[in-house]
């Protein structure tokens, strides 16, 4: 990628909360917020802490690895606020680029902005995490009101204390030779989309066109912190060395000063070498319009220097023993790293870098990977692996747990349904008494039980009280004991005859007849008498045996 960025803090407030770097792989915008002490520090901590991301081997996990360190930097401002409660509330947008292995994956959260000029094609990438946003989403709100909506800065995602895991925005997108990128913090929005539009398609000079956004944006009246990051995506050629911001501001005094003006002049040698006359032009308007690049510059050229990076290595073996890893190494080792690469960083992150104010967690990571690197010491690959190993036995019993209580619920759940087969009950079928295997429950969508048969006696011609009973569903502990109560519903129309059953009595017909009845003459046959003599015990006698 080639590059050009700046950074100004408008014409109304008092300090800038913007950060950005960029270089050949790696481009970042971050817009803090806070109050008083909070949006610098957010925006610097995140940004400084995502700069050894600029590099290309990355073996297909870009932007696995991209994502993890977002959500890293999110992980240090928390704890940046534990350590400091008077920091709570502080917060930072991230709007980053990765270029590796013929991809960019992006990366996203807050309303800085991203822009893809590409062809005749000029496009919004990112999406703002704003509530006027999703009022447009929603259709409550039309995108012309949206300028003038009174939440419009009320923003939804940000990082910071307020979620240990925010939601990002992600993906990988092709590359194309000649794609051009804007990157930016809210502060542009002041500017009209077709005037921003414009300057992008129609400035070739990527140093120029930055200047002319940020330039637009003051004359707006710059209400906000502005900061512009262009990109440029070129072929990569074996002298490629240099880029819209290479050249080395050298330091005064001595030995430094002239060590840092020959790295100055090799890097203007190679620019011109490079045969990019857009390069020559921007790192010339450079010289003349970015303060903040000099000082960028001015901290490039300390870390170039050989005895501060001597003394640097000679510090690195005791420093590792300190815990907190003092903050003069914190900036000398950040140096190093900077000056490892060309890029540019603006903002509230190079005001840091360049005064060595760097916020305390973020300086401890950055010194650590500076560190190993100064003392050309990698962490042995065994150790990784050692410290993998504890992990397999309890992945192991994790599944084998889980697969034995899932055993156990499956033989449970069988287990019950099959004791239910061996019920029965008496229902309802098509307004007649039928015979159920089963119960009568339901477990969800599962029906517990079967229609086993259905007989001929309707449920209208059973008694009411039968009626309900049936309807309510009779258990029976068998087959016999179901076809037992359909036979009592169908000689006496209950469900429990044995109940109803009279004792067992003497018959009328067998009452002995007095004496006198006895002495008498038998009266002649009577006709009218014969239905009242026979007993009536034969049909109570064929019930009663029926139920037994």
Request: charged residues 25%.
């Amino acid at each position: 990628m080639r590059y050009a960025a700046r950074s100004d803090v408008g014409r109304i407030r008092s300090k800038n909360d913007d950060s950005a770097y960029v270089g050949r792989h790696l481009a970042v915008v971050a817009d803090g917020m806070g109050g008083h002490a909070g949006g610098d520090v957010a925006s610097a901590a995140t940004v400084l802490d995502m700069i050894h991301l600029d590099r290309g081997d990355y073996d297909g996990d870009a932007g696995t690895v991209l994502a993890d360190e977002i959500q890293t930097a999110n992980s240090l401002l928390s704890e940046l606020v534990h350590q400091n409660p008077k920091l709570a509330g502080m917060g930072t947008t991230v709007t980053a680029l990765l270029l590796a292995e013929g991809k960019l994956h992006f990366a996203h959260i807050g309303d800085s902005r991203a822009y893809r000029l590409r062809g005749d094609e000029f496009k919004q990438v990112s999406v703002d995490h704003t509530f006027v946003q999703r009022l447009i989403d929603e259709g409550r709100l039309r995108p012309e009101e949206a300028e003038t909506h009174p939440h419009k800065n009320v923003l939804m995602r940000v990082l910071g204390d307020v979620d240990a895991s925010p939601e990002l925005d992600l993906d990988t997108l092709d590359v194309r030779p000649g794609d051009r990128w804007l990157l930016c913090s809210d502060g542009l929005n002041y500017v009209a989309g077709h005037a921003v539009e414009r300057t992008v398609r129609e400035t070739k000079d990527l140093r120029e066109c930055v200047e002319t956004l940020v330039d637009l944006t003051l004359e707006a009246g710059s209400p906000d912190n502005v900061t512009v990051v262009m990109v440029e995506i070129v072929e990569e050629t074996p002298d490629d060395v240099s880029t819209a911001a290479v050249d080395v501001i050298p330091s005064t005094g001595g030995a430094t000063a002239a060590t840092a003006t020959a790295a100055a002049a090799a890097a203007a040698a190679a620019a011109a070498d490079s045969k990019d006359k857009d390069v020559e032009a921007s790192a010339s308007k450079s010289e003349n319009k970015n303060a903040e690049v000099h000082g960028n510059r001015d901290k490039d050229a300390e870390a170039a220097d050989p005895s501060a990076g001597s003394a640097s290595t000679g510090t690195a073996e005791p420093a590792s023993t300190d815990p907190h890893l003092g903050e003069h190494l914190s900036a000398e080792v950040l140096r190093e790293e900077l000056s490892s690469r060309p890029h540019e960083l603006v903002g509230a992150a190079a005001a840091a870098a360049e005064s060595g104010s760097i916020p305390t967690i973020a300086g401890r990571t950055v010194a650590r990977r500076a560190a190993t690197l100064l003392t050309h010491k990698a962490e042995p690959q065994a150790s990784d692996e050692d410290a993998l190993v504890p992990l397999r036995p309890r992945r192991w019993v994790t599944w084998s747990i889980a697969a034995a209580v899932l055993l156990v619920l499956t033989v449970g759940l069988w287990l019950g349904y099959a004791w239910t087969q061996t019920r029965y009950y008496v229902g309802e079928f098509d307004s007649r008494v039928a015979i159920y295997n089963g119960v009568s429950q339901r477990l969800g969508p599962i029906q517990l039980s079967s229609l086993e048969a259905v007989t001929d006696i309707r449920m209208d011609s059973l008694p009411p009280f039968s009626q309900q009973r049936v309807r309510q569903t009779v258990p029976a502990n068998d087959l016999y004991d179901a076809q037992r109560i359909v036979k009592n519903l169908e000689l006496t129309g209950s469900t429990s005859p044995e109940d109803e059953c009279p004792s067992p009595s003497p018959s009328p017909g067998t009452t002995p007849p007095p004496e006198s009845a006895a002495a008498a003459p038998a009266p002649a046959p009577d006709a009218s008498a014969t239905p009242a003599s026979p007993s009536p015990s034969p049909s109570p006698t064929v019930t009663c045996e029926a139920v037994r």
